[in-house]
């Protein structure tokens, strides 16, 4: 029985950047919800929330466009 090489379109460095930038998104979206204010129009739900969601779709983008070591 010959081994058949797995052609997987992400490397497993790919996967564990993807895996870190999805727990970003999830903690940017608990920080919003912390936010005590009405409507959360305060520091975490205006400023701090989205900076980190937006860092956490950075590394997503990272994460795909990074080449795999062959």
């Known amino acids: 029985m010959s ?3 797995k052609d997987f ?3 497993k460095e790919n996967y564990k950047w993807m895996l870190i930038g999805l727990v ?3 903690l940017g979206f608990v920080i ?3 936010d005590k204010t009405q409507h959360g129009q305060g520091f975490l739900g205006l400023t701090l ?4 969601i937006v860092s956490g779709f950075v590394l997503q983008f990272v994460a795909i466009f990074k080449k795999p070591k062959s």
């Open 32 to 34: 919003m919800s912390l």
């Open 3 to 5: 081994e058949k090489k």
């Open 24 to 26: 970003v998104l999830l």
């Open 9 to 11: 379109a992400f490397g």
């Open 49 to 52: 929330g989205p900076i980190v």
